[in-house]
């Protein structure tokens, strides 16, 4: 099994910066595809960011694509998510998921979500 430990949520304001992180437990965290989903609301869970186990392949939404990063440290088991030019939209509870990158094609994995709030 794998844990995902979540921090870095918080209050923003619009323009401004977060950066989310989180950490896997296990001894094989390279070998997991990460992402980055939000749930807004009202609305239904939407996919935000994805990189793969090695960092190689990066996947954005288009809601994120040139104001979101995601990265990742094999080292220190640790997948990032850095928000630039904050939107009041982006307001949601933010999830950090994984996948075994050759054994599933789902998120097996979930972390406990943490609230971004973005002030209008």
């Known amino acids: 099994q794998v844990q995902l430990v979540e921090s870095g949520g918080g209050l923003g304001q619009a323009g401004g910066s977060l950066r989310l992180s989180c950490v896997a437990s296990?001894?094989?965290?390279?070998?997991?595809?990460m992402g980055w989903f939000r749930q807004a609301p009202g609305k239904e869970r939407e996919f935000v960011a994805a990189?793969?186990?090695?960092?190689?392949?990066?996947t954005y939404d288009n809601s994120a694509k040139g104001r979101f990063t995601i990265s990742r440290d094999n080292a220190r088991n640790t997948v990032y998510l850095q928000m630039n030019s904050l939107k009041p939209e982006d307001t949601a509870v933010y999830y950090c998921?994984?996948?075994?990158?050759?054994?599933?094609?789902?998120?097996?994995?979930w972390g406990q979500g943490t609230q971004v709030t973005v002030s209008s």
């Open positions: 998921a994984a996948r075994p990158e050759y054994q599933s094609s789902t998120y097996d994995y």
């Open positions: 990189i793969s186990g090695s960092g190689s392949n990066i």
């Open positions: 296990g001894r094989t965290f390279s070998s997991y595809t």
